[in-house]
């Protein structure tokens, strides 16, 4: 055998091997074996260079990282679904078909509704030349260097002719645990659910780090539908198979239902019995199944008539609580955290859950031993709903306060009047010092790369830093730093790039970052718009405080408080030192359209991060809040919406999507 020749057996077995483990699920050789296949091939490319193509296996991850993504256009536009909540809606959906059809019948196929990230994926004489995120519909990302790393995702396929297949990023439930085991062996911030995580992952410049997570594709539409070659059956359930034939990954629960009641059944089974997927899901996609009749029900906005996702509530799932320890904040707040018995739920295990605070364990009658319920929906952060009382055992141990810091000091906890927190007011307390660290350091703080919470307690720990000035003395502790425990010169380097661009952070970030108590980020925009700079801020009366919108006595009170403490003094003087923005540059208003309106937004935005979004409202004359009341305008809702949603649709509040949103925009 020729040597091209073996290098062509190699790579079709490679294939083979991939399609049986990532698509069908069912390996035929061991992991060792495979790797001995992917090593030969690699080896004889390696000394025959010219007979590497583009789509051998060896050459799905790309050598270096990109500098920016670029924007691409969708043909068509990649539609979003109406979602439904009830089972009445689909049956609404089902009688609004018959009369777009005018009385003719219609099939339905449902489908699973992946909790993932939108793809869509381009070829061209049967190869992958572009893969792309769903942006608004209309343009997204180019992300094909990351997509290629996805081992379900053909590099190429037997079909020559232009190919646009759509679908669904998703990681198992096990691979987005171990991902998670893994960081928190390495002291890491563990990972808040596999859809963000997915999503982050793809927006990865460097594809080797994608590569190192194990990203899933299913594909759940194809232009194959619009054409008349070979798959273009004239209905969706057999454009979908024929993905299949071609080698994609697609739904194998997809159902073809002959009518609505067939198609209330599918979403009761799968109710029931979505736990036993290995991943995670969020609904079900309910499609007409006919082509021709898509075509003649069409579109209204940017969601097909044909089409339909129902929504399943939040998942919830019963534990024991083993123990109620306390937190402390970086501002001294002390909370008291939920130790439970380990559960998985929506796609992570969870072991901790926040009680707020002292008055809510009472609320609860919460005691040590009960069985509660925990819910995950739309937020990210786990929460215990209630207990179960039947369940409750003799002995279960009511819980009351601690009056010191768990901290080494044990300082006395005090609690204000009129306040449901109790407070550590130790200055040296090591948990506030951490917190603040970390909180200075945060993306929507100072965004300080290579100084997460492993790096801030290696340098707390070793006495490199005992508050945020010390932050900016690193860059002259080259030694010490590199002598810890998993640092080397090139992670320094990254630490030190990471604090040089941190002082290019505009003053409202500083303000925000110094940790003030109740000054989060808007307040922080506000007293930096009102004051300029940190030396008016820090000689406001009172009275100058509170004049400012939406400025109370409590914050006032907080602020005074910060500026009147010498070692705050002293940090801000060693900040000024280090070259960081003290003073304000605003832009003015772009046009006064969103004057007199309040915003605010719930979910996962796709198109644009919250505060860009809170920006654009703001250059327009409008205002972005945090809660919804009966004086909201606009409750703009992404992607897993929570409480939010649900308290704007019960006020009548008008609801945007982000569609929405942008078209006002």
Known sequence: MTVESRIQKLREDIRKHDYLYYVEARPVISDREFDALLRELEDLEQQHPELITSDSPTQRVSGEPISSFVTVAHTPPML??????????????????????????????????????????????????????????ERGDDITHNVRTIRSVPLSIAHKAPLQVRGEVYMLNSDFIELNRIALESGEKPYANPRNTTAGTLKQKDAREVA??????????????????????????????????????????????????????????????RDTLGFQIDGVVIKVNNIRQQRELGSVARSPRWAIAFKYEAKKALTQLLNITLQV??????????????????????????????????????????????????????????????????????????????????????????????????GNCPWQIRRRLQHFASRDAMDIDGLGEKAIDQFVDAGLIGNVADV????????????????????????????NRSKEQPFARVLFALGIRFVGEGVAKILAKAFKNIDALSKASAEQ???????GDRIAESVIEFFSNPSEREIINRLRKAGLNLAAEFESKTSNEFEGMTFVLTGELETMTRRDAEDLIESRGGKPAGSVSKKTTYVVAGANAGSKLQKAQELGVTILSEEDFKKML
């Open 472 to 499: 900016y003395d690193l860059p002259g502790k080259r030694d010490a730093i590199i002598s810890l425990d998993r640092w080397a010169p090139k992670s320094y380097d990254k630490l030190v790039s990471g604090i």
């Open 80 to 137: 979003s679904l109406a979602n439904t909540y009830s089972r009445q809606e689909v049956e609404d959906f089902g009688r609004r078909v018959q009369k777009g059809l005018e009385g003719a019948p219609a099939q339905y196929v449902c489908e699973l509704k992946y909790d993932g990230v939108a793809l869509s994926l381009l070829y061209e004489n049967g190869l992958l030349v572009r893969a792309a995120t769903r942006g608004d519909g």
């Open 329 to 426: 904040g970086r501002t001294g707040v002390v909370t008291p955290v939920a130790e439970l018995d380990p559960v998985l739920l929506a796609g992570s295990t969870i072991s901790r859950a926040t009680l707020h605070n002292e008055d809510f364990v009472h609320e609860l009658d919460l005691r040590i031993g009960d069985t509660v319920e925990i819910e995950k929906g739309g937020e990210v952060i786990p929460k215990v709903n209630r207990v179960i009382l039947e369940e409750r055992k003799k002995g279960a141990v009511e819980w009351h306060m601690p009056t010191t810091c768990p901290c080494h000091y044990h300082s006395p906890l005090h609690r204000p009047v009129g306040e449901a927190n109790w407070y550590c007011e130790h």
């Open 212 to 273: 190192k997570r194990s990203l899933r594709f299913v594909a759940y539409w194809t232009d194959l539908r619009e054409t008349d070659g070979p798959g273009s059956s004239g209905n969706h359930y057999n454009s979908i198979e024929h993905l299949k034939s071609l080698g994609f990954p697609v739904c194998n629960e997809m159902q073809l239902c002959a009518d609505i009641d067939a198609v209330l059944a599918y979403i009761n089974e799968w109710d029931e019995k």
């Open 545 to 551: 405080l509170t004049n400012v919108g939406e400025i």
